[in-house]
């Protein structure tokens, strides 16, 4: 059972520490010292659904359905082309508009919606946590359960490390141009996922 809960978390660990949409948002929220806990929380919460619905014997749902994950990733596509030209529009702005504790937060209800379609609309975290986890989970039966426990236990442990330690950065954000190169590297990384997902290609 021990076996199967550490084997649980590093993979998950390996799967959720590339780099995404997701742990940008996460990542900018932290350095923005912005409703960081919600944020986590929604993080570490979805992905624990997701992995239980995969190591609960569902990770076939998005081979059975074929038209579903079509559906889902050209959503994804058009949300991560938009969110992408957002920030790209904010770095334009001028580091000014970026400063962490100047101006006005942003709304709680629209970092929370933002959350969610990075979590629930990219197509990577279902093939992440639903696909990948549960059919690995399933050669550790029967203590899937521990090995699901691990996993989720792996996306807690990950995001509150990437979303609290990101305050670590806050004096070398303290410049507005490193607030612009934020917004950019953020912006490009979701306009390079999109386009895998638009060209069938792994980011």
């Known amino acids: 059972m021990?076996?199967?809960?550490?084997?649980?978390?590093?993979?998950?660990?390996?799967?959720?520490?590339?780099?995404?949409?997701?742990?940008?948002?996460?990542?900018?929220?932290g350095l923005r010292r912005e409703h960081v806990g919600i944020v986590v929380a929604i993080c570490a919460i979805s992905d624990a659904l997701l992995i239980s619905v995969g190591v609960g014997g569902f990770g076939h749902i998005a081979q059975a359905m074929p038209m579903f994950a079509t559906v889902m990733r050209w959503l994804g596509v058009a949300f991560l082309a938009v969110y992408g030209a957002q920030r790209f529009r904010a770095a334009w702005q001028g580091g000014e508009a970026l400063m962490p504790r100047e101006g006005s937060a942003a709304a709680l209800s629209q970092v929370v919606m933002t959350c969610l379609l990075l979590t629930w609309a990219n197509p990577h975290v279902y093939?992440?946590?639903?696909?990948?986890?549960?059919?690995?989970?399933?050669q550790y039966a029967p203590f899937g359960l521990a090995f699901g426990t691990g996993a989720a236990i792996a996306s807690l442990t990950f995001f509150t490390a990437l979303g609290f330690g990101a305050r670590a950065l806050a004096p070398v954000f303290a410049r507005p141009s490193s607030w612009v190169a934020l917004e950019v590297a953020v912006g490009c990384v979701m306009w390079a996922i999109a386009a895998g997902l638009a060209?069938?290609?792994?980011?």
């Open 199 to 203: 060209f069938g290609m792994q980011t």
């Open 2 to 29: 021990l076996e199967a809960a550490v084997a649980g978390y590093l993979v998950a660990l390996s799967l959720i520490a590339a780099i995404g949409a997701q742990n940008a948002f996460v990542l900018r929220q």
């Open 127 to 138: 093939l992440d946590t639903v696909v990948l986890i549960g059919s690995v989970s399933a």
